[in-house]
């Protein structure tokens, strides 16, 4: 019963026969293999558009190398304040682009909003030689917060970033659940709003380690096989990076997976929110939930057995909870029963 | 009938066997599993000593980022002039580095001497404020010219180059066809010969994907893994990597890999050896043969379904030949008979 | 009648002349000159211990070159969040450093407090391998709010990193005017209270061009001299730039060129705090002065010739007055003026 | 008596006296002052077009600055194995284009060959996604040999690398010399025949610390003054810069301090040159010599306090000779009666 993160997660069967399936006869190395020229065209038939499409093995690269396309090393990458590229990768964009600046903006629910954005572009980043120059935009969706972004959202921000000839970036590691809880085409939540790079994540959501990363706007794409090798993320055997995605991405699949991952988290969500002295903190969009439980609850879950981050730096109840492609649902109902049981007690 | 690279070849079945048994349950993520911490341990034993050790996923990386943690951006990496990290990995020791300078040495048969070393320390690289200071020699085991360093070798261009404080990485893409060969323990061609570092090769000889960075020297090892993850190189589901490193790593599998993708390219050799107007280039200790055969033998190969690099720019008979952990002794069979039957209708 | 910044100045005529004193004979070049030598050993007696010290040309340099040193392309630097180093300098600390993170903190009158360190320490950058690791400290000396630190604020942040092992730095792009404010020996606002390495500025406060990185910790400036070469800061004729310091450095001759200008920032902050409607930003405590008018009355000085720079993105009557080593009284006296005569027009 | 280099030497009288004039009133900083826009316009009338120059301090920075505006991070700039960018600049070009590759050709007497660029291009760097991308050419004008390049020879290269996209760098450290030896239009050997941007030295010909990148390509120039900015070579005084190439380029003033050098040079040549067992190394065509004398004869000019630098790592005689444009022709003289009675001496 471990809600730590997705990334616990192994595999989905199928995404791991095709792995299995892949491995016949030799095939020509360094991605230039049938399985990764189908990805493309795949990708190509999911967005609706021509799309160029360049497999990776984790997410923290699929990023910082879509940024380095996008960013010259004295400029400038908006993104939100909690945004995984600012906190979590260690520095990875700024190594990817030479040196670029990662600005931080604040914004309710790993949301950033037009007013954050208009105001560092208008008063601070406003192209004085003096500072670095505003490049990139990037947005996370489904966000840190487990929200999504709307289109009219999407669009808004950028709307703003365009006029001043910035490129804007998807953070898609939760694409998928993003997709599935907004049951759009994905077209309208990247390029038709704006979007020109998404790095689309597939391990997360099933894969062993799979992430692609989707240009709309074919020139910025140019040189992105050379960036990729340099960045030591062409793989030689890409064949069986390009297998696991293609696997996910045939027919609904990751729409699939991902809605079980969400109606998880909806489920568990709906049975804590009825607790009392229990809080969340976000609308649950996505397959994370954060939610604020009585300190002795937290103890009392542990140790029952259910697994799960602190996600305070002080602990004070608030907890992560992430839901997978293949959480079982008993174990949901057992945590909300435990959790129930628990408050019912300390009352 | 494929001898364009060991790259081309799939996976070993008891290496894929291994990715699909580490597909159970729920792991702690980039990382810190079991899966990694036995792979560590493993090498220990292989290694008679104590080492850390950083899986990755290719071995781009694996060079790349060794060589960051031994030079500063200041620093000189020597390496001989047809080095894979100094021709074909489009300079990502530059970019892990933050921009070091390798310098390439000339040497028969893949080989660096110490003469080359000396004389570029004493005369140019001799610790002038106006140059790039020497910090790093980097070796390749078995070389790119399909030869092995032998301990003696080894030990000579260490001592020279420890005396000037510079570290030693060793580059073994195809560290098991040069252990395999040489018939010796690991420790005596890599720390007891004074190797700082090895990126030991996995993916070529049988993985899907994986190689693993070795420390010797533990100190330098020390913030490793904070690189290894702003590199985008720590994966979050690092058992399906570290999983097949284990099962590549049991008892002697990596050596019986080894051994017939060897014993594969010396029956290639002896065969082609005999035939007139057919020369070797370099002695074949390990899986390449690099061999010039007459212009029109090598478009009869062709045309008769072999598949290999020309290795030269101009094609001049010059090619490169690859032998695989799984390569078919009646392919080589069929190669050499062929080969035979076209020289003598050249005749 | 010029406010608008120190930079606009030009050289005071004693440090002019040291130029045109240096352009004797031959003289050994790139910095291996005895005017360089003296000017360590002078920064030597005004530390009252030994130091190594670097000439370079620029304030940004200076501080990009002494930030590399301490950081690791991995490494966090923090710093106030309106810190020259991280608005104004076009991203010079992560081209210098590979790429490091520069992290704001928030504090009143441009200075850092213990809590806003603590905090990010304990909470942010905790050491966690997904996040960039700590590395430095840069303190302004002077502010950029034209304040200074007492040593014992010094000494209180610098005791906090120390203990994570993380080093100091200052920005001493007006560090005489600190001292001269302060009216302390300089090693108490510096090694004695935790500072490794300073940026001393001398351009500012009378130089043509010169500034020199001066390091209390020795280990710390073992490579610098290979570091700005490479930075392109190895100036071929450095006895004219030396040649400058040495003048500047000449017994109280920088302390007397900053007591002016204090003075002056003084007899102007004294005149305008009389005046209604008028409300200075911060404490005067060196040559800077952030006050707000009424906007008619700013637009009626620039309408009598008065040169400043508004201090807020959208013009509300805040401006910089920025006083130097060679304002005329006379400038202020008829800035007082003015500004009285219009503040009682327009009431 | 001092021949070791032309940074040796101070400023000459009149560029000296540019500085002093320049400390007047009060300008505004950081090159928005009218000193370098008459810099930049009296480059125009120099080179016969519209021109893009943007004054820095040292000649490394010029350089590594310069070719950063033409080579990505992914980029290879081809040089002659001797040149300064390649191994004088410890890594300078490295640390500014984010880790671009510098790739030594071979030539005689310093210059780069047609055959060496096209055999370069053409075999190893031909645009394989696994090797460094062709990026730019840098040539040196006049060469690291005291050769010059005729406007042929660089046409001839450039039109080479033109057909590529590549862009043509020229480290003109001793630009003036070559246009002094050449008596020709500096258009020449600049734009018309193929240079997209030039380091235009002043600092050995006679300036106190001032070079000027100059763009023939404007489009290249777009970001330039950012990028200034961000390296640390952004002046806040920078008229003390710009009066002193304002100087140096008024009428014909810098060819004028050329001309003395170059004529030193032949002067000090020809009295070598009639001497038995001495021998030239290179055509000497601006203001230096590289010559071989009998070993004790070299001894002996030491002993008689003349100055210069051994140019072998193993002293075999072989010397460098700068000449400089204050040399006094009585020295020259000196040296060569002097090797003249130690020649006659040791015969």
């Known amino acids: 019963m471990d809600f730590r993160s997705d990334n616990v997660a192994g595999a989905a069967p199928d995404i791991l026969q095709a792995v299995i399936d892949a491995n016949q006869g030799t095939v020509t190395s360094y991605g230039a293999d049938p399985y990764s020229e189908r990805v493309e065209t795949r990708l190509g038939a999911i967005f609706e558009r021509k799309v160029r499409a360049f497999p990776v093995a ?24 909690e945004a995984h590229i600012h906190l979590d990768e ?23 909003t037009p007013d954050a954005v208009r105001s560092m572009l208008d008063q601070t980043l406003n192209g004085d ?20 972004y709307r289109p009219a959202e999407i669009a808004a921000l950028a709307e703003i970033v365009g006029r001043r000839k910035m490129k804007v970036h998807m953070d898609g590691a939760r694409f ?11 077209a309208e939540i990247t390029w038709r709003a704006g ?16 992430e692609v990363v989707v240009f709309f706007d074919l020139a910025l794409a140019e040189m ?30 990751w729409l699939e997976l991902a809605r079980h991952a969400n109606a998880m988290a909806a489920r568990l969500a709906q049975g804590l929110q009825r607790l009392p002295r229990t809080a969340l903190l976000h609308p ?21 057995g259910f697994n799960f981050h602190d996600w305070t730096d002080a602990p004070d109840g608030t907890i992560r909870l992430v839901l997978a492609f293949n959480t079982d649902p008993a174990d949901v109902d057992a945590f909300v029963a435990t959790a129930t049981k628990l408050t019912a007690a300390a009352a």
Chains 1, 2, 3, 4 share one sequence.
């Open 90 to 112: 260690c520095g990875a964009p700024e190594m990817y682009t030479g040196g670029a600046k990662l600005v931080p903006l604040p914004g309710t629910s790993g949301k950033i």
């Open 176 to 186: 998928a659940n993003a997709v599935a809880h907004l049951n759009l085409a994905p």
């Open 195 to 210: 979007v020109d790079v998404l790095s689309f994540g597939a391990t997360k959501n099933g894969a062993l380690g799979a």
């Open 129 to 148: 030689l003096h500072r670095v120059q505003p490049a990139a935009l990037s947005l996370t969706q489904a966000t840190e917060a487990g929200t999504c």
């Open 58 to 81: 984790t997410g923290t690269a699929a990023n910082a190398l879509a940024l380095s396309a996008l960013t010259p090393s004295y400029g400038a990458i908006l993104c939100h304040e």
């Open 284 to 304: 649950v969009e996505a397959n994370e939930i954060f939610v604020r439980l009585p300190q002795d609850v937290v103890a009392g879950l542990r140790a029952a």
């Open 224 to 253: 992105f096989e050379v960036r990729r090798k340099r960045a030591g993320q062409l793989l030689s055997k890409m064949r069986f990076v390009s297998a696991q995605l293609e696997a996910y991405l045939k027919g609904e699949r």
